[in-house]
T-cell receptor, first 116, second 111 residues
Framework: EAQVTQNPRYLITVTGKKLTVTCSQN?????MSWYRQDPGLGLRQIYY???????DKGDVPEGYKVSRKEKRNFPLILESPSPNQTSLYFC???????????????FGPGTRLTVL | QKEVEQNSGPLSVPEGAIASLNCTYS??????FFWYRQYSGKSPELIMF????GDKEDGRFTAQLNKASQYVSLLIRDSQPSDSATYLC???????????FGKGTKLSVIP
């Protein structure tokens, strides 16, 4: 089944404890992206990657890191999480993003992160 | 400046009625427009995309785009309770790798 998976789905942690949220897609998509969703603020892009070893900042990159060493994986790293990073996080992927008008993004199930 | 405005709602319509969801955008370089549906606690899923002025129909859904007025809308005919969700509009600039979302409109279809 074609899908985007994220792990963990739920995570409660404490301020300053490094964590990684994994994202994997099995559709051979070139483009992958991370978003956070907060009440009243909507979906905001954190980082995106156009291909292996190619990443760029989105609208809210502060406090986050990413890497794209393999095409299928795009982990999100919080080196020193803070309470303002408590949010719902979505990973997404797309086959041709940026090259065609009609390409679309496929979203993972989401990771609900709480930083105490 | 990238900005997408949506009425946050909630928008309540009776079952069987037409639901009209609206979105305005400020970036005149926007090329493609998308409507996503998001059920509570779930991830967004694409309903429709549109990139030419006019109407595009897919089943009970019609997307309307007016680039001169910087306006995109989604009509849902014969609304069903299962249509109750938050609807997100989003746009992408030509050649851009970024998708900008509105904050979403919550739709409730009352049986």
């Amino acid at each position: 089944e074609a899908q985007v998976t994220q792990n963990p789905r739920y995570l409660i942690t404490v301020t300053g404890k490094k964590l990684t949220v994994t994202c994997s897609q099995n559709m051979n998509h070139e483009y992958m992206s991370w978003y956070r969703q907060d009440p009243g603020l909507g979906l905001r892009q954190i980082y995106y990657s156009m291909n292996v070893e190619v990443t760029d900042k989105g609208d809210v990159p502060e406090g986050y890191k990413v890497s794209r060493k393999e095409k299928r994986n795009f982990p999100l790293i919080l080196e020193s999480p803070s309470p303002n990073q408590t949010s719902l996080y979505f990973c997404a992927s797309s086959p041709l993003w940026g090259r065609a008008s009609t390409d679309t993004q496929y979203f993972g199930p989401g990771t609900r992160l709480t930083v105490l | 400046q990238k900005e997408v405005e949506q009425n946050s709602g909630p928008l309540s319509v009776p079952e069987g009625a037409i639901a009209s969801l609206n979105c305005t955008y400020s970036d005149r370089g926007s090329q493609s427009f998308f409507w996503y549906r998001q059920y509570s606690g779930k991830s967004p899923e694409l309903i429709m995309f549109i990139y030419s002025n006019g109407d595009k129909e897919d089943g009970r859904f019609t997307a309307q785009l007016n680039k001169a007025s910087q306006y995109v809308s989604l009509l849902i005919r014969d609304s069903q309770p299962s249509d109750s969700a938050t609807y997100l509009c989003a746009f992408k600039r030509a050649g851009s790798y970024q998708l900008t979302f509105g904050k979403g409109t919550k739709l409730s279809v009352i049986p």
